[in-house]
T-cell receptor, first 113, second 112 residues
């Protein structure tokens, strides 16, 4: 069982470039989400999905797009990278049932120069 | 809007001490609560999950309790070790299909 897989682990972008952070889970979780973690700011929710074809915005969605065409995959797209998007990005997934919590990916460390 | 706080923000203890980390939430109508550990530069590892109908969960030297009526959870670490040094985060979920809301974390240092 691979759990939640994020790629790449590290990335350096130039301002204005676009890229996609990948997230895949093999546990058939209904719920998937993206967070960013910045020093002193804690974990902030960017976008989330409650099933294939359904996405919604979190606390800090500006500058990011998501889609969920399959249960397994939930990519995060940076449309035009800005230095303010330098952060560590985590993908998390879970079942809806109250007996289950989040499983996190190992994160992507993104630097925008 | 649910808000989660954690006290203290940082804690330094000598090896062998028993310690308690606190998590408070403003809306007591929660679905479940999860405690995580995060090592520097690493991802989040789940430690314990407590469903809304439960009062506590235990795993090894860790015990997490939940008091919904007072909006509190505690994580008890027995006989602390230097390897326990990390940031501990709690998160609460308020309903089916909803997001977890995270606290800011408690940074723990266990000194040899």
């Amino acid at each position: 069982n691979a759990g939640v897989t994020q790629t790449p682990k590290f990335q350096v972008l130039k301002t204005g470039q676009s890229m996609t952070l990948q997230c895949a889970q093999d546990m058939n979780h209904e719920y998937m989400s993206w967070y960013r973690q910045d020093p002193g700011m804690g974990l902030r929710l960017i976008h989330y999905s409650v099933g294939a074809g359904i996405t919604d915005q979190g606390e800090v969605p500006n500058g990011y797009n998501v889609s969920r065409s399959t249960t397994e995959d939930f990519p995060l797209r940076l449309l035009s990278a800005a230095p303010s998007q330098t952060s560590v990005y985590f993908c998390a997934s879970s079942y809806f049932d109250r007996a289950y919590g989040y499983t996190f990916g190992s994160g992507t460390r993104l630097t925008v120069v | 809007k649910q808000e989660v706080t954690q006290i203290p923000a940082a804690l330094s203890v000598p090896e062998g001490e028993n310690l308690v980390l606190n998590c408070s939430f403003t809306d007591s109508a929660i679905y479940n609560l999860q405690w995580f550990r995060q090592d520097p530069g690493k991802g989040l590892t789940s430690l314990l999950l407590i469903q809304s109908s439960q009062r506590e969960q235990t795993s090894g030297r860790l015990n997490a309790s939940l008091d919904k009526s007072s909006g509190r959870s505690t994580l008890y670490i027995a006989a602390s070790q230097p390897g326990d040094s990390a940031t501990y985060l709690c998160a609460v979920r308020q309903g089916y299909g909803q997001n977890f809301v995270f606290g800011p974390g408690t940074r723990l240092s266990v000194l040899p």
